[in-house]
């Protein structure tokens, strides 16, 4: 297994348009996790699923933003009506239930909106 | 709601030992973790300590944990270049991860 795996890995597009990012976990991971990162701060949780149920949402989900994890493999993140703040990096994580310590982290998409 | 600080910024010198530092608020903390970032890549976990511990060490890294104070600190021994780096403090109590803002760390020759 390669890891976590984030597809594209740097994404520019103008302000209004929509996005979509892809996250392959590791395969026998039941939980997969989406965070936003900006300049200068940590990441922040945005949503997560364990298999294809979407559990939680963080409020800086906006109605913009929706996530999905159809097959309970791999997720995407849409992105609509993009707006520069929505410029930052976005990580996804997965890790197995009940095993805490064990959340490996994607390299990243980093979005630019201009 | 959880809330995680970390000094913003440290200068060691090669060979020295470094600390970084980090305050948790969530007592209902069950693991702490501490993640590495290089310029432009993700998080790597370096170390995570159990809540019921108060100490680890993994080769160079010692992590120490005040759990009545919410204090974890993080030493790296011998402290080399390729440790230049963002360090980040983590806390979960079941699924999510609430980060600090990151300690950039400088090596210094």
């Known amino acids: 297994d390669t890891g976590v795996s984030q597809d594209p890995r740097h994404k520019i597009t103008k302000r209004g348009q929509n996005v979509t990012f892809r996250c392959d976990p590791i395969s026998e991971h039941n939980r997969l996790y989406w965070y936003r990162q900006t300049l200068g701060q940590g990441p922040e949780f945005l949503t997560y699923f364990q298999n294809e149920a979407q559990l939680e949402k963080s409020r800086l989900l906006s109605d913009r933003f929706s996530a999905e994890r159809p097959k309970g493999s791999f997720s995407t993140l849409e992105i609509q009506r993009t707006e520069q703040g929505d410029s930052a990096m976005y990580l996804c994580?997965?890790?197995?239930?009940?095993?805490?310590?064990?959340?490996?982290f994607g390299s990243g998409t980093r979005l630019t909106v201009v | 709601g959880e809330d995680v600080e970390q000094s913003l910024f440290l200068s060691v010198r090669e060979g020295d030992s470094s600390v970084i530092n980090c305050t948790y608020t969530?007592?209902?903390?069950?693991?702490l973790y501490w993640y590495k970032q290089e310029p432009g890549a993700g998080l790597q976990l370096l170390t995570y300590i159990f809540s019921n511990m108060d100490m680890k060490q993994d080769q160079r890294l010692t992590v120490l944990l005040n759990k009545k104070d919410k204090h974890l600190s993080l030493r790296i021994a011998d402290t080399q270049t390729g440790d230049s780096a963002i360090y980040f403090c983590a806390e979960s109590n079941d699924y999510k991860l609430s980060f600090g803002a990151g300690t950039t760390v400088t090596v210094r020759a």
């Open positions: 994580a997965s890790n197995m239930v009940g095993v805490g310590y064990g959340y490996t």
């Open positions: 969530d007592s209902s903390s069950t693991y």
